[in-house]
């Protein structure tokens, strides 16, 4: 059997909100979500391990990890009406 990441790296929304303080927590938020979907859809560390040797290098697929990290920040903007209460 191989190693599995651990359960808190299978949460889909560490914390089990999308209401962050600031965009900044909002951004580092929709990175953590990112990584925690590629882990729910490949939980098998070995397996993610290798292929991170090959997405790593290539410029197409740091571009759509990009924008998957983009649609989660967008999310999560929306569930905060876009901080609004912070800045008007």
Known sequence: MM???PDEELVLVPGGT?????PEEGRALAMLMA???VHN???ELDILQCGRRIYSVDPDSLIFASQ?????FQTIAAANNY????YY
């Open 68 to 72: 998957v990290v983009a649609i989660e």
């Open 3 to 5: 190693p599995r990441l």
């Open 41 to 43: 859809i490949q939980p």
């Open 18 to 22: 999308l209401i962050t303080n600031t």
């Open 35 to 37: 990584r925690h979907t």
């Open 83 to 86: 901080w609004r209460q912070y």
